[in-house]
């Protein structure tokens, strides 16, 4: 993601529209069940959001953890039951945007402080009274917030994917009405369009179903049994892989006339198909992982995806787990873009 400059003229931009609720349960049921909305975030008894646009959430708050933070919502000096948010990629942003607010003619309501559910946040109001929040919110919904507003139009728009998606462990992605997965669906035909020697076009994608996908984990931990793992690494993989979101198999088959060289140019067509395939999932709000393991190995593996022995010259690319992204992990690159190109024109 780029360097966020701060300017000292405040930017127009509302992040987070949020309703104080007495009934959480109730006003999902109403936004949810009743309105058709998706929630990108549920958290019983305490909080709903809701994705209006890539920039803007509805967040639906416990009354009672409202009044905590912002103040009472009844009584002669009570505030409205909503907030509007302003939301900064950083923490030293808050305090210099609630400065820039008293000067403008507002006022401080609440200094900025550390937040129980993470973030650093603090309130100011206008001058006709409306409290307005401004946050800085480390979670995943407040990262893709700042990555959205941020992010260029056009063709930079694309170098900001490539360069924002991380691979999430199985274990922490997450299922959910917020997860569309007719998405991944739409993502095989981006997959399809990844650059291929001679139109091979050679590979194939599976998507399991939750008893085939359980029956793979199992697999995979008889396979790992087999070959003398321990029993608590066994386990950990089976469930992982068992109660991951959604999984699809990626196979690269190639052509029995085919020689070495082709062979490894329809491997390579098949990662690009599979890079393409991620980073459609990634603008669209789906974290993956990349995977490859043995479990190819076990003699019920390919009749799992429907053939009756394993088929001539195909092997498997990938295993894509996706979900949700319970967190965003940290950027891990340990060359530089000057350490891995050698530059003749220079």
């Given at each position: 993601m780029k360097a966020w400059a701060y300017n000292p003229v405040v930017e127009a931009r509302l992040n987070f529209i949020t309703l104080a609720v007495r009934d959480l349960s109730a006003a999902r049921?109403?936004?949810?069940?009743g309105l058709g909305w998706q929630p990108a975030l549920w958290v019983p008894n305490e909080v709903l959001f809701i994705r209006l646009?890539?920039?803007?959430?509805?967040?639906?708050?416990?009354?009672?953890?409202?009044?905590?933070?912002?103040?009472?919502?009844?009584g002669p000096d009570g505030l409205a039951p909503?907030?509007?948010?302003?939301?900064?990629?950083?923490e030293a942003e808050v305090d210099a945007v609630l400065a820039d607010a008293v000067r403008a003619g507002g006022t401080l309501f609440k200094s900025a402080v550390k937040r129980e559910w993470g973030g650093y946040s603090g309130y100011f109001r206008d001058t006709e009274g409306f409290v307005w929040e401004v946050a800085h919110n480390p979670g995943p919904i407040g990262v893709e917030l700042m990555a959205a507003t941020a992010?260029?139009?056009g063709g930079e728009a694309a170098v900001e994917v490539i360069r924002s998606r991380r691979s999430v462990a199985q274990g922490r992605l997450l299922a959910g009405?917020?997860?569309?997965?007719a998405e991944v669906v739409r993502a095989v035909e981006s997959a399809r369009w990844a650059p291929n020697h001679k139109r091979t076009e050679p590979w194939r994608f599976y998507r399991l179903d939750g008893a085939r996908q359980r029956r793979l984990a199992d697999l995979w931990a008889e396979q790992l049994e087999r070959t003398g793992s321990k029993p608590e690494r066994v386990e950990a993989k089976r469930t992982q892989w068992a109660s991951a979101p959604g999984v699809v198999v990626v196979t690269c088959t190639s052509s029995a006339t085919a020689d070495e060289k082709t062979r490894l140019e329809d491997y390579a067509a098949t990662a690009c198909a599979v890079q393409n395939f991620c980073l459609h999932l990634w603008a669209k709000g789906i974290a993956t992982k990349w995977s490859t393991a043995a479990v190819e190995e076990h003699e019920e593996f390919w009749r799992l995806l429907g053939h009756d022995h394993e088929p001539a010259d195909t092997r498997v690319v990938a295993f894509v787990f996706y979900g949700l992204a319970a967190e965003l992990p940290k950027a891990h690159r340990r060359l530089a873009a000057q350490d891995?190109?050698?530059?003749?024109?220079a």
């Open positions: 049921t109403f936004y949810v069940d646009s890539p920039t803007l959430c509805l967040s639906l708050w416990n009354a009672a953890e409202f009044e905590t933070e912002v103040g009472p919502l009844s909503f907030a509007l948010a302003h939301n900064v990629p950083h992010a260029p139009a009405p917020g997860l569309d997965h891995v190109l050698v530059d003749y024109r």
